[in-house]
C-alpha cells in the first residue's frame, strides 16, 4: 500500500520555483515527524527539511535555509516543500518520509525511523 506520494519536481533554470508536495495516508501523516531527504547520484542521502506533527517545529539544512519552507496542511493531509532561488547543486531525487522522531533519548525534529517513505520525485536544476 502506497503511504506517501510525491509530486511537483521537474525541470528548471537556476534562480527558479518549485513546489513539492507529498500526499500521505492517514497513518504516515499521523507519525511524529514527516521530512523531506534528496539523494544525487553519486551523493548521500540528507535531510533537507522536516516539520513534527506534534508542535510544528522545522528543520532546514544550511544548505537550504532560506530558501526552502515546508509546510503541512492538515485537511488535506499534504506536507509541502516550497523551494525558491533554486542551484544547480540542488538537483537531486527527493523523497518525502514519515516515522518516528524519538532515538537514544532525544526526539528529533526529523524521522528517526523510516516507517513510511514514497517513491520520490525528480528536481533537476539547470545553469
Known amino acids: 500500500e502506497v503511504q506517501l506520494v510525491e509530486s511537483g519536481g521537474g525541470l528548471v533554470q537556476a534562480g527558479g520555483s518549485l513546489r513539492l508536495s507529498c500526499a500521505a495516508s492517514?497513518?504516515?501523516?499521523?507519525?511524529?515527524?514527516i521530512g523531506w531527504f534528496r539523494q544525487a547520484p553519486g551523493k548521500e542521502r540528507e535531510a533537507v527539511s522536516c516539520?513534527?506533527?506534534?508542535?510544528?517545529?522545522?528543520y532546514y539544512a544550511d544548505s537550504v535555509k532560506g530558501r526552502f519552507t515546508i509546510s503541512r496542511d492538515n485537511a488535506k493531509k499534504t506536507v509541502y516543500l516550497e523551494m525558491n532561488d533554486l542551484k544547480p547543486e540542488d538537483t537531486a531525487r527527493y523523497y518525502c518520509?514519515?516515522?518516528?522522531?524519538?532515538?537514544?533519548?532525544?526526539?528529533?525534529?526529523?524521522?528517526?525511523?523510516?516507517?513510511?517513505w514514497g517513491q520520490g520525485t525528480q528536481v533537476t536544476v539547470s545553469s
Open positions: 518520509e514519515a516515522g518516528a522522531n524519538y532515538d537514544g533519548g532525544y526526539y528529533y525534529t526529523c524521522p528517526k525511523v523510516r516507517n513510511y
Open positions: 516539520i513534527t506533527t506534534s508542535d510544528g517545529v522545522t
Open positions: 492517514g497513518a504516515a501523516f499521523a507519525a511524529a515527524a
